[in-house]
């Protein structure tokens, strides 16, 4: 759907009007595209005492092949090669130091490591780091903090100072405003990866295996409508080697896609596409011609199935036969909104059913029949609509909060088999669900966030891609929500 407001203020005469009323602006926001780098500009880097994360950080920012900096103190910036003693030559020589907190630098993100600090006192440094450097992120910049996850800090204030690290991020989205995105990252202790030790000398190197394909996807144009999140990286029991292909992170594999003939569900088939898998797209009989269309497209393959049909689990099963699938995503619901007291039965009855307990019948058949492979993936849309609950929707919200507790369960369960399972719960996306709401509540579900817009169908998709990638081995059980930073249930 078209947002004419943020069309509007972003021409030149809406952008006149919009500075003389001091109406907010909402920024365009920059997104992937494949005919445009992914990756450009500087990265600044900031550190709190004893920081366990830069090294893995460094590697990561080198291989994408962004310039980073490191903040000394002071507004005053050096290469993080020479700051820690690492790497030297390894990046190229900062053009920045003096000018990072100027106008001319071209700053795309702020990372700070936080994972040595032990104690609230100690975020201080986070404050220096911030204080300096904000205001020279670009629009649409990025800002991420890597922190330890608190629950297994040894002390009860290592704990608190790093649970306080949520308050700072999620604070740091609202203020930064301009489109810019903020998010955390709880990277569990690992063990050392070949890979990084391989490389350098005689420090200490921490494997944090699982946090490239995070830190690619934080840094990117691809998560720009994912902001004020926290993300958990657990030990990842295997992460991609050296020759691995990041372009087409998913070549060769096969993914499943429900609800795919249209909106969210035909993007995230577009996207796994492009990364390299192939499509299998399910949707209802009556959406045929839609569907065959989004699947004639990107090479995939249709299946008219609806997923409530009883049939259903064993049709997908032989549809797949003996290749099997290594990323699910259950994205196919719908809504039927009314007031509880005024709601009909099958209103009720339907809509827990197709987003909630289909979705449960086709994963029990297709782990027995061991048609979703060891290793893969599984990816649920709930709704922040799930996290808030909403009026005139116990029915939609009791399935979306349901699919919520569907990965937290089933992620124990499921890493015997190194199978992931995670949420994405989407805000206000701009598709055929939200373009029937009515005019006011719409506006409202638009500008209600820190980046004062809807997001696309995309932004949900590559959110969906990242946590498909074999990459997030290390992220299971948990709901990322693409909303721009919600008000609504934040
Ligand atoms: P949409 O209505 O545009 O598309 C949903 C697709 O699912 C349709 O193609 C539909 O035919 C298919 N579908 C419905 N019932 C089915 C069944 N029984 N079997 C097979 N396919 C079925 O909706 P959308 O906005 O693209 O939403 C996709 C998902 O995202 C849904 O789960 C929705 O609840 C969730 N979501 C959307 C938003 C939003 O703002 N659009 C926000 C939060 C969550």
């Not at 996207?271 to 497209?297: C, E, F, N, S, W």
């Amino acid at each position: 759907m078209n947002d004419s407001y943020l069309n509007f203020v972003n021409s030149p005469l809406g952008a006149r009007v919009a500075r003389s009323l001091h109406l907010p602006k909402p920024e365009v926001l920059r997104r992937y595209r494949a005919d445009a780098p992914e990756f450009d500009g500087i990265v600044a880097v900031g550190a709190g005492p004893s920081p366990q994360l830069l090294d893995a950080l460094a590697g990561v920012i080198a291989r994408i092949g962004m310039t980073s900096v490191a903040h000394a103190g002071a507004s005053a910036w050096m290469p993080l090669a020479n700051r820690h003693g690492l790497m030297t030559g390894r990046f190229e020589p900062a053009q920045l130091a003096g000018h990072a907190a100027g106008s001319q630098a071209s700053v795309r993100a702020l990372v700070f490591d936080a994972s040595g600090i032990a104690d609230s006192a100690q975020l201080d440094t986070v404050y220096a780091f911030f204080h300096d450097a904000l205001r020279s992120l670009d629009k649409c910049g990025r800002i991420v903090v890597l922190g330890r996850p608190p629950e297994a800090c040894a002390s009860p204030r290592q704990w608190t100072a790093q649970r306080a690290l949520e308050g700072v991020t999620r604070s740091l989205g609202k203020e930064a405003r301009r489109g810019i995105a903020s998010n955390l990252v709880y990277v569990a202790e690992g063990s050392k990866s070949s890979a990084e030790s391989s490389t350098t000398s005689s420090v200490e190197h921490h494997n944090d295996s699982g946090i490239e394909s995070t830190l690619r996807f934080f840094l990117s144009p691809r998560s720009a409508y994912v902001s004020g999140q926290v993300v958990r990286i657990g030990t990842a029991p295997s992460a991609p080697g050296e020759d691995f292909d990041w372009t087409q992170p998913l070549a060769g594999q096969r993914a499943v896609v429900t609800g795919a003939a249209r909106g969210i569900g035909a993007a995230i088939a577009n996207v796994l596409a492009a990364q390299g898998a192939h499509v299998t797209g399910i949707d209802v009989p009556a959406a045929t011609d839609a569907l065959d269309a989004t699947m004639r497209q990107i090479s995939g393959t249709a299946l008219p199935f609806d997923i409530a049909a009883p049939e259903t689990p064993a049709q997908i099963a032989a549809a797949l036969d003996e290749l099997g699938a290594d990323v699910f995503v259950h994205n196919a619901g719908i809504t039927k909104d009314k007031t509880i007291a005024k709601m009909a039965e099958p209103a009720w009855r339907d809509v827990i059913d197709i987003n909630l307990s289909a979705q449960e019948r086709i994963d029990d058949a297709l782990l027995e029949a061991g048609t979703l492979r060891d290793g893969g993936r599984i990816v649920c849309v709930s709704s922040i609509g799930g996290i808030a609950g909403n009026l005139g929707q116990t029915n939609y919200a009791a399935s979306k909060a349901g699919v919520i507790g569907r990965v937290q369960s089933m992620a124990p369960h499921l890493a015997k088999r190194r199978i992931t399972i995670n949420a994405v719960a989407p805000g206000f996306i701009e598709t055929q669900m939200t373009a029937k709401m009515p005019l006011a509540i719409r506006e409202a579900g638009r500008r209600m966030n820190s980046m004062s817009q809807g997001g696309q169908p995309v932004d949900v998709a590559q959110t969906i891609a990242w946590l498909a990638h074999p990459g997030s081995a290390g992220i299971t059980g948990q709901v990322v929500r693409v909303c721009g930073q919600s008000l609504i249930g934040a």
